[in-house]
């Protein structure tokens, strides 16, 4: 008897991560001796002031790759746009070979890019969690606040944008590969 009953396949580290999500408020003070009275407010607020300054610097560093990347794909265009004008010089075999040496070079280095955007992107989710559940023992809540004012105006998130960058130069680079086998 078949029932054709669609088995839906679970992955077990985003599920992981949903739990480890849940669990967050909880786990910043799992080795606190609660019978002592709660965490001390300076203790809370030098772990806050290193974490947002964590996330500060990631951004930073986040911009700098995003720079690195793009400064990279753009030389590989000029250096294809070149071999394409050469192409009365060196030949249509040898420029072919060339561009589609430096299309799959642009593939690789675009998905790298991609990789990388979306690493970034779950750093900065996941230290944003941890930011707003240090603030659920502070006086003012500033980053939840302002999370919730940006969703609201509906905020789109740059890991977004900068993920759409690096498929459009992948896609760019596969054409390219793909004109210059032809």
């Not at 709660?38 to 607020?45: L, Q």
């Amino acid at each position: 008897m078949n029932f054709k009953i669609e088995a839906i396949l679970w992955n077990a580290a985003k599920v992981a991560g949903y739990i480890g999500e849940m669990l967050i408020p909880r786990a910043l003070f799992l080795k606190h001796d609660w019978s002592k009275g709660p965490p001390e407010a300076t203790a809370i607020w030098q772990q806050y002031r290193l974490m947002v300054l964590s996330w500060e610097s990631l951004i930073q560093r986040r911009q700098t790759v995003n720079t690195v990347y793009i400064t990279a794909n753009s030389a590989l265009l000029a250096g294809i746009g070149i071999l394409a004008s050469s192409l009365d010089k060196l030949g249509s075999i040898w420029a072919a070979l060339g561009v589609m040496v430096m299309a799959f070079l642009g593939i690789a280095l675009s998905f790298n890019w991609h990789r990388t955007v979306l690493s970034y992107g779950t750093l900065s989710r996941a230290k944003s969690k941890v930011v707003t559940a240090l603030e659920e023992y502070m006086p003012a809540r500033l980053f939840d606040a302002e999370w919730r004012v940006l969703e609201a105006k509906r905020y789109k998130s740059t890991t977004a944008t900068d993920n759409q960058t690096a498929l459009f130069f992948l896609v760019l680079f596969v054409a390219l590969f793909l004109a210059a086998l032809s």
